[in-house]
């Protein structure tokens, strides 16, 4: 089966455990919705997150999801001057039959401008 790279974003509104959790959740949910993935297709992801979220591992995120088996990581964002605060990303490497050109990235909460060639995704409600 092929092993497939989808990339994902989104800000966070405040620097908090609970809502980057939530926010990180959320972001996987749609990228795992959108391309029809189950758990067992997730071979690793990697997160990063800019400098000023500092409360929780991204991560932990996705084990709250029932990835237990998956590798996960998480990175600190390089700073870029300029760059939009409050990011978190993640690149899934996953396996799929879905073609390249069928792969559905995920961008939330006003990171679709990161991509100005991927029209942006309908916006979700916010997490509680």
């Keep these: 089966m092929p092993v497939r790279a989808i990339r994902g974003a989104t800000q ?3 620097d908090e455990k ?3 959790l939530a926010v ?6 749609e990228l795992m919705t959108a391309n029809e993935l189950a758990n067992d297709d997730v071979i690793s992801v990697v997160f990063s997150a800019t400098r000023d979220i500092t409360s929780i591992a991204p991560a932990a995120a996705a ?3 029932g990835l237990n088996d998956t590798a996960l990581l998480c990175l600190q ?3 870029v001057e300029g760059s939009l605060p409050m990011m978190v990303r ?3 490497h996953v396996e799929t039959d879905r073609a390249r050109e069928l792969i559905q990235n995920v961008y939330q909460r006003g990171t679709h401008v990161l991509r100005t060639d991927v029209p942006p995704m309908p916006q979700s409600a916010p997490p509680s």
């Design 90 to 92: 993640l690149i899934a």
């Design 77 to 79: 964002e390089m700073h």
């Design 18 to 20: 609970e809502h980057v």
């Design 24 to 29: 990180t959740r959320e972001l996987l949910t």
């Design 63 to 65: 084990r709250q999801l």
């Design 12 to 14: 966070v509104e405040v």
